[in-house]
């Protein structure tokens, strides 16, 4: 890649891992000026991937759950990208980015990338490169994973962004009862009982919410957020979240609902 440039589209698939590190990283800087927009016009328009935004609040295990998902995509043969959105300090402006070192994959797996960005000040958690990179990685991997910060239910940036959102909860924490109480149940199309392997109190969140989706119940022949226990630790339950998410997928390419979903967020 020319170093005062930006590839296009095909010379960035080429290039790999590489090329698409150095790419997001002059996004990140700024430059580029006309040259980035026209990149990032051609892979809008090329949006080959599905997009799943991860959200939940602090300690639910999101990096651990996007691990596995990454894993298990990948057994699949799909390729993977992922943005790992990292809170940024409100006085410097910097973050930590250590999103990317809690899911681990393999360096010389061509076929995913991981990329942590700093929130910066968007409090909804995706700072305006976050933006550009998903739609950057959506028309390069089948599947595109946005991690979200983690500040509970001031999340729904990743709407904007996101053809599916996998909600995370935590048993025995309260958060169930905090996001029906929120009314946070109209946000996810999946949700996802973290930490399965704990047994009664992943069973009782899974009922709560289960109650709660009954109350927000959607219109004749709209999806209904199903809601599933897994463990990322142990894999109990992962294979049934996939097939979820595969499927919310699926309900999304009737009748073009995953492109109108796309053309009412570029609208926004």
Known sequence: MNARSFPDLASLRASGKVGLARALARLER????????????????????????????????KSTLTGALVRAFRAEGRTVGVVAVDP?????GGALLGDRARIPTDPDDRGVFV????????????????FGAVILMRALF??????????????????LVADTILLAVQPASGDAL?????????????????KADLGLPAIRAREDLEGAMTLASPGAGRWRA???????????GLDTLAALIDGHAAFLREDGLRERRRAEQSDR
């Open 30 to 61: 700024g430059a580029g000026g006309l040259e980035a927009a026209e990149l990032l016009d051609a892979a809008e328009a090329e949006p080959h991937g599905d997009v799943l935004g991860l959200t939940g609040p602090p300690g639910v295990g």
């Open 88 to 92: 940024s300090s409100m006085r410097s």
């Open 115 to 130: 990329r942590s960005l700093a929130a910066r000040d968007r409090l909804g958690g995706l700072s305006e490169l976050a």
């Open 142 to 159: 089948d599947r595109v994973i946005v991690e979200t910060v983690g500040v509970g239910q001031s999340e729904a940036d990743v709407a």
């Open 178 to 194: 905090q996001f029906i109480k929120a009314g946070v149940m109209e946000l996810p199309d999946v949700i996802a009982v973290t």
């Open 226 to 236: 199903p809601v599933t226990l897994v463990s990322s630790e142990t894999g109990e």
